[in-house]
């Protein structure tokens, strides 16, 4: 399962290859390929997923022959679920729209906007009322509020998300020092090739420093280091 707030690109590639590291994992050195078990991929976004090819919130995937549709294996599946598509279809037609399992997990999932840290208060209401009738949703939904009203959970949460962010932050900023220092060795190392094949000609260190506007003595370092 993967868990996408903000929009990510190569999301289809990149849910393609989690599929393929967790398919092939699953067989182990002698065992036979029937006993691989079947693999599902669910990919929960707050962004539209396929914008231009459908408004579904919920779009599921297999590979299947082009002109008779048959499957090719029921090993593979892909589901994409849009949080913002579902949002929309909710507040405009919920009442009319025909209700899934899923529902109650994606209504908790949408209820609070990530971005305003606000909780949609007739979604939360409904949701409460589904709770009342079953069991499992009304589990959830008491640890939901548990971990988002608990100080000590919150605390927890907010460390481990700075700390990721900070890692990030390091990782970047390392990534970019080594970019640049990579990039003036480079420098370094064609200015020295230059040197010595104008050194090569007979140019004098006097000639090369004043071509190059550089010190004579820098010059003659480079020329007798290479």
């Not at 078990?37 to 297999?62: C, K, Q, S």
């Not at 949703?137 to 700390?163: C, F, G, T």
């Not at 090739?193 to 550089?214: T, V």
Request: charged letters at 30%; zero cysteines; aromatic letters at 10%.
């Amino acid at each position: 399962m993967e868990i996408q707030i903000v929009h990510q690109y190569s999301m289809p590639e990149r849910l393609l290859y989690y599929w393929a590291r967790l398919f092939s994992s699953s067989l182990s050195k002698g065992e036979p390929y029937s006993s691989l078990p079947p693999t599902i991929m669910i990919a929960i976004l707050n962004y539209p997923f396929f914008p231009h090819e459908t408004d579904r919130f919920h779009t599921v995937f297999h590979i299947r022959e082009d002109e008779e549709q048959f499957l090719w294996s029921p090993h593979l599946e892909f589901h994409a679920i849009d949080l913002s598509q579902f949002m929309i279809k909710w507040k405009k037609y919920r009442r009319d729209m025909k209700r899934s399992p899923e529902w109650p997990w994606l209504m908790m999932l949408s209820a609070v906007d990530s971005r305003t840290k606000k909780v949609d208060e007739k979604m939360f209401r409904e949701l409460e009322g589904i709770a009342m009738a079953e069991q499992e949703i009304l589990e959830a939904l008491e640890e939901w509020q548990h971990l988002s009203v608990d100080p000590e959970n919150r605390y927890a949460y907010e460390m481990r998300l700075k700390w990721l962010l900070d890692q990030l932050t390091n990782i970047r900023s390392e990534r970019q020092a080594g970019l640049e220092q990579g990039r003036e060795e480079g420098m370094k190392q064609k200015e020295r090739e230059i040197i010595r094949k104008m050194a090569e000609k007979g140019m004098s260190i006097a000639q090369i420093a004043h071509i190059l506007d550089r010190d004579e003595e820098d010059v003659r370092g480079m020329v007798e280091s290479s």
